[in-house]
């Protein structure tokens, strides 16, 4: 299983190099969920969830969700 965080606006994952793909299998993988909920949330992102993504049988299972510093543009300067 590989732990990934996921635009719950897009549906898109976050890659290694913190951009968005549509391929799960691109998604930066993460070792445990507590790590990929740290980094969600400092992510310029809204709403997101951390899914554990089988890539055997291209199933997901929600495993948490929660908010990031919000949508990229939105910040105070």
């Known amino acids: 299983m590989n732990i990934l965080i996921e635009n719950a606006d897009s549906l ?3 890659t290694g190099d913190s951009h968005w793909t549509k391929i799960a299998a691109d998604g930066r993988r993460f070792l445990k969920t507590p790590a990929a909920f740290d980094a969600a949330k400092r ?5 997101f969830n951390i899914v554990g993504y089988f890539p055997g049988t291209r199933q997901f299972v929600n495993l948490n969700h929660g908010r ?10």
């Open 43 to 47: 992510e310029a992102i809204d709403r």
């Open 12 to 14: 898109e994952y976050l």
């Open 68 to 77: 990031g510093r919000g949508a990229a543009g939105t910040q105070p300067a």
